[in-house]
DNA sequence: CATGCTCATTAGCTAGGCTAAGTATCGTGA
DNA sequence: TCACGATACTTAGCCTAGCTAATGAGCATG
């Protein structure tokens, strides 16, 4: 049965879960561990196997400078190195590090922990909602 | 047809998607308007009616200390009123005034309207999908 | 009525986001 | 070839949002 949803009454209903959603979810976070953008950063970064700084920065859909201060921080902690784009003086190029690879996988699994026990305890049908409002989610967030 | 979807590559993808439309959200904010977090306090009073900072901060999923600074902000703009308990000292209750009423209807428009216009190209089977994992989401964001 | 608990706030910190401005490099048209 | 506009990244400076720890005020109870 699909009950009627008006794009507004949905617009406020969608904010307020995701908001929630989102805090809580920090909320999850083990002291030390990467934060949320920055395990989103590494996430992308090795999904994409290397991207410039604006790439990066476009599919996390934030300005270039925030990136910079994101790659800084994973840089410190060598997850990520710079290397010097071949043929473009201005260009950078991001990618993983051996270590980068090494503690995402592990931080990854433990910033998932939480998270995971909470969607595995959902029916098979919420989890397809879910899976399937992502979806619809990234759309939205592409436009 | 329901794919299969493991907790563990579902928690990846639907925190990817969560990040990046928060972000997106975030950047259609008309300057000068309320922030998302302002706009999500005000919201949760106008529907309970009245909070103590303590059942706000609960509510929103932050701790006491932030919800203080936030609800500092909507009452420095003059949309929500500090009120003694009547009979405990300590506590004090928060509700918005007539001002802030009228504030956020129309900035609550604002706010939802880039929203709204692109859940608004979505198909019904979409939207429904939407509102049924806000409800989920609601529900693990409790937990 | 003293002591311990709860509520709210203050203080101080970090991260994350933005815009504006600066710097280096590229590419192109005169 | 070289001056100039465009592009890529960073720096500087600002604000919000979140946290923990500590403080102060009021309640409640032995």
């Given at each position: 049965m699909t009950t009627e949803h008006?794009?507004?009454?949905?617009?406020?209903?969608?904010?307020?879960?995701?908001?929630?959603?989102?805090?809580?979810?920090?909320?999850?976070?083990?002291?030390?561990?990467?934060?949320?953008?920055?395990?989103?950063?590494?996430?992308?970064?090795?999904?994409?196997?290397?991207?410039?700084?604006?790439?990066?920065?476009?599919?996390?859909?934030?300005?270039?400078?925030?990136?910079?201060?994101?790659?800084?921080?994973?840089?410190?902690?060598?997850?990520?190195?710079?290397?010097?784009?071949p043929t473009d003086g201005r260009?950078?190029?991001?990618?993983?590090?051996?270590?980068?690879?090494?503690?995402?996988?592990?931080?990854?699994?433990?910033?998932?922990?939480w998270l995971a026990v909470q969607?595995?305890?959902?029916?098979?049908?919420?989890?397809?909602?879910?899976?399937?409002?992502?979806?619809?989610?990234?759309?939205?967030?592409?436009?």
């Amino acid at each position: 049965m699909t009950t009627e949803h008006t794009a507004e009454s949905l617009a406020k209903t969608l904010r307020g879960a995701i908001i929630r959603f989102s805090r809580r979810v920090r909320q999850a976070r083990p002291v030390g561990d990467l934060t949320f953008s920055q395990l989103s950063a590494l996430t992308s970064l090795q999904l994409a196997g290397a991207l410039t700084p604006r790439e990066l920065a476009d599919v996390e859909r934030v300005q270039p400078p925030t990136m910079t201060k994101i790659v800084g921080k994973l840089e410190e902690r060598g997850l990520v190195a710079r290397t010097p784009h071949p043929t473009d003086g201005r260009q950078v190029i991001l990618a993983a590090t051996d270590e980068g690879r090494a503690v995402y996988a592990s931080h990854e699994r433990a910033r998932n922990e939480w998270l995971a026990v909470q969607l595995d305890q959902l029916s098979p049908e919420e989890r397809d909602t879910l899976a399937r409002a992502a979806e619809i989610l990234q759309r939205v967030a592409r436009a």
